[in-house]
């Protein structure tokens, strides 16, 4: 009897639910129904969920003549998985283009659409991005949770002392606080969690936002939407909530400066607070690109900020099978940690080469990957912050240079402490390992 080849890693996993975005549920089903009928239905229904359980954030698919490769990003760092056939792989990609209401037939044009997953009692947007290239076709598959994944600033990474600075500064009035992040390094999530860590019970939040970009859902943020069918610009959004007088006017994205305007009146002669967010490489960069994107209210906004987060993502050490080893004097120098504050830093497991996993007589003994990282030593990712609070040589600089590298010097002999100061103290908390930090700002560099 012939041997049965190994399952594939779609036949692996239980499938996802797909439910197309339209507003007519018969459309729906016979959306469903038809593209059920497909035999690549089964394929993306199981690859999404192998996926989403190898917890990937996205998925690069790659169509050749030879098949299709796939990639997943996982803990922001990409991994080869087993090509598909070219015949599953254009059955799999058919499907998703009829979920996600794009044209399948076309194999060259950008197109760009999504459709929602679900898994158990888990929601995703799925974003799904294609466009031909000389080898054939490059699909971009984003799996954007519908759940936040974390609950408190703690669990972002960020140390008490910093918790408890940044959510008085939440909960001041007549001020302007500040969250940056680079491009895909977590500003939204970040966001998200700090606004929940805001008092939003006893004051008024009123949320300015694109209809088109809307924000997730926070209890007792109001969202003023313009723009599509609102037919409200931002100016006219921003005027009628001020009839409210709201406490707070939060800014997810930035708006036009007269808009702006409005808001700082607000918190020049009523005492009220903006929070915004910007990508920026760090908080003293962000605080110079708000300034720049509204030069008419440069000494305001100087004056105003009261704090700029600023962050950057590492993965975490996976706690199950972390290794604890003393580090050499010389180490802890380099790192800037004073003798006898460290014992013990920390690192991934790397297991032996399999040569050498055997048992004490000799015999293999090949050592079984953790069960929870699946042997990456390292599971999740966690934020590096540093938080800045402007000086009075600070704020009086800014007034008048933008020199960002000039501006940081400043604020450091103010008592800043940048993210790489909090690097360090992320190593010596044993959440993160010191070759991962090396990764991590390299790729910035």
Request: aromatic share 6%; net charge neutral.
């Amino acid at each position: 009897m012939a041997e049965q080849p190994p399952p594939q890693l779609w036949q692996s996993v239980a499938p996802v639910e797909f439910s197309p975005k339209l507003s007519d549920n018969t459309k729906v089903q016979a959306l469903l129904i038809s593209t059920r009928q497909g035999a690549g239905y089964e394929v993306a229904a199981g690859q999404i969920s192998h996926a989403i359980q190898s917890r990937a954030t996205q998925v690069l698919l790659d169509f050749t003549a030879a098949g299709c490769a796939m990639r997943y990003l996982i803990d922001g760092l990409w991994e080869q998985l087993p090509a598909l056939d070219r015949e599953t792989g254009d059955g799999m990609l058919f499907a998703l283009k009829q979920l996600c209401l794009l044209n399948p037939a076309d194999r060259r044009s950008a197109q760009s659409g999504s459709v929602a997953v679900k898994l158990k009692k888990e929601k995703f947007d799925l974003v799904m991005q294609s466009q031909g290239v000389p080898t054939g076709e490059r699909v971009l598959v984003r799996l954007d949770s519908l759940q936040i994944p974390f609950e408190t600033l703690s669990d972002l990474g960020m140390r008490d002392k910093m918790v408890t600075a940044l959510k008085q500064h939440l909960n001041d009035e007549a001020d302007i606080v500040l969250l940056t992040a680079p491009k895909t390094e977590g500003l939204t999530t970040t966001w998200n969690v700090a606004i929940n860590a805001a008092d939003r019970f006893l004051r008024d939040f009123q949320s300015f936002e694109d209809q088109a970009r809307p924000e997730p859902e926070i209890i007792n943020i109001n969202a003023n939407l313009y723009g599509g069918s609102t037919g409200l610009t931002p100016y006219e959004a921003v005027r009628k909530a001020i009839l409210k007088e709201p406490d707070v006017f939060l800014f997810p994205g930035t708006v036009d400066a007269e808009s702006f305007q409005l808001a700082l009146d607000q918190v020049s002669k009523a005492e009220k607070k903006i929070i915004t967010r910007m990508v920026a490489g760090g908080a003293v960069e962000g605080l110079v690109r708000l300034i720049a994107q509204y030069p008419d209210q440069r000494a305001v906004i100087a004056q105003k900020v009261s704090c700029v987060l600023g962050q950057r993502l590492v993965r975490r050490l996976c706690d199950n099978c972390k290794v604890g080893f003393q580090p050499p004097p010389q180490l802890l120098q380099q790192l800037g940690i004073p003798p006898g504050r460290v014992t013990l830093l920390y690192q991934p497991f790397i297991p032996p080469p399999i040569e050498q996993q055997v048992d004490e007589n000799g015999r293999p003994a090949p050592i079984t990957p953790c069960h929870k990282c699946q042997g990456r030593g390292y599971l999740g990712r966690i934020a590096i912050f540093e938080l800045l609070t402007p000086g009075p040589q600070l704020r009086d600089a800014l007034t008048k240079t933008q020199d960002v590298a000039r501006l940081a010097g400043i604020a450091k002999s103010e008592g800043f402490h940048g993210v790489q100061t909090e690097a360090v103290l992320t190593i010596a908390r044993g959440l993160t390992g010191l070759d991962e930090l090396k990764r991590a700002f390299a790729k910035k560099a």
